[in-house]
């Protein structure tokens, strides 16, 4: 995949500190770092990926490499933007914590108390639902056939409220007692949920007076200084907007789902990147924060210094603290992780694999994209990953563990 091996390279000021015998900054400089970016991005199909890295609370890095349009050949960099998946969920958390320090809501009481309508699990219909239920993907509500389908080109064609009104009211087309909610009460045990992430959304929306993307654009977007930020499609140059693809080996474009209607598959190729349109789905808070490399490390610096980032702060340090805590989820399919309000942990006692130990994050992957973000609070080194490429892909976990678990040369 040569011709996708075009970079564009960025080092921030200060980018020349000293960490270690061979600082970190220097490593990521390398041609062997390069070189290991390309192979893995070869081995995994990717067409573009962008990063942008954080060593000791500073950014020492922001690099592009291959391309976020194969058929014009643009180039990936740190500044191209991507919906980063449901990363956006860290975003999502951000807006409504923001709600609990204003006393606007509180964690453990029924959010029907906030909502123009009551959510209920019809089979444990006396259990209300909380704000930490929905943050820790505990509530019970389960993500139907009908999330899966609302995806489509272009920005949602369905109101938020109006959408989840019909999933969850007894009187709503959509409920469906068996599909969208699973078969344990509140609390009972972890499965996670997009839909919830709506309902979150919407408790933004109710708490604000603001519509959710105006929220975050004012509240989180703005003082972070993420001026290129945005969730709606309407108004954003498109250049601007990697395209995001599929790979088949076997020239089946069939299965693909959302594609660019204006692209045709080529003929007699076994090999293609088949791109998809620049999609949504009504669920916006769950998974459509539109974003940067470079961006998205703003917010991950907030979270990493305690709300705060050159002075502007979205939140208090003791909110941080909470939501970076553990949250006693029962049933969490992952033995070796801490559940957190949204963000997920890997224990450091039972973590076999140590690079990862103490690591805060969240990923996102949806048609076409796949991301990742997070920190280590105990030497601050941070790592952000935007690719264009769905399908979860190795070399996403593959080069996120090289950089955390870099401790210099030997």
């Not at 409920?175 to 078969?183: E, G, H, S, T, V």
């Not at 030497?379 to 690719?387: C, H, K, M, Y």
Request: glycine share 8%.
């Amino acid at each position: 995949m040569d011709e996708h091996s075009h970079e564009n390279n960025h080092q921030p000021p200060g980018a020349n500190r000293a960490t270690s015998p061979r600082s970190l900054t220097e490593w990521l400089q390398s041609d062997n770092f390069a070189e290991f970016i390309r192979a893995q991005m070869q081995a995994s199909h990717i067409p573009g990926l962008s990063l942008a890295i954080i060593d000791q609370g500073h950014l020492v890095y922001t690099a592009g490499f291959g391309l976020a349009d194969i058929a014009l050949g643009h180039a990936m960099t740190p500044q191209t933007l991507l919906n980063i998946g449901s990363i956006t969920k860290t975003i999502t958390c951000a807006a409504v914590m923001q709600m609990y320090e204003q006393e606007k809501l509180e964690l453990d009481v029924p959010i029907d108390r906030y909502l123009p309508f009551p959510v209920r699990n019809p089979a444990f219909a006396d259990r209300p639902i909380t704000t930490r239920q929905l943050l820790t993907h505990t509530s019970s509500v389960a993500d139907s056939p009908l999330f899966w389908s609302n995806y489509g080109c272009g920005d949602p064609r369905a109101l938020l409220g109006e959408w989840l009104k019909e999933y969850f009211t007894t009187s709503g087309s959509a409920l469906d007692a068996k599909q969208n909610f699973n078969p344990w009460a509140p609390g009972g045990a972890y499965q996670y949920c997009n839909v919830t992430y709506g309902l979150l959304g919407l408790l933004v929306e109710r708490l604000s007076g603001m519509s959710y993307p105006d929220y975050c654009s004012e509240h989180i977007f703005a003082p972070l200084g993420m001026t290129d930020a945005r969730f709606l499609l309407e108004g954003m140059p498109r250049e601007k907007h990697a395209t995001l693809y599929d790979y088949v080996d076997d020239g089946d474009v069939t299965k693909m789902e959302l594609i660019d209607p204006r692209w045709s598959a080529p003929k007699d190729r076994k090999e293609i990147y088949v791109p998809h349109c620049l999609y949504s789905y009504v669920t916006l808070s769950d998974g459509l924060a539109r974003t940067t490399a470079s961006e998205l490390a703003r917010f991950l610096m907030a979270y990493m210094q305690d709300g705060v980032l050159e002075g502007k702060r979205i939140l208090r340090a003791e909110t941080i603290k909470e939501i970076l805590s553990v949250q006693n989820v029962k049933g969490l399919p992952f033995s070796e992780g801490i559940q957190g309000l949204t963000w997920r942990q890997n224990d450091r006692v039972k973590a076999a694999n140590r690079p990862w130990l103490g690591v805060w994050q969240h990923t996102g992957s949806d048609p076409g994209v796949s991301t990742y973000m997070g920190f280590r609070p105990t030497d601050s080194r941070g790592v952000v990953l935007l690719a264009n490429l769905g399908g979860n892909p190795r070399a996403r976990p593959e080069i996120v563990e090289r950089i955390f678990g870099w401790a210099g040369d030997k």
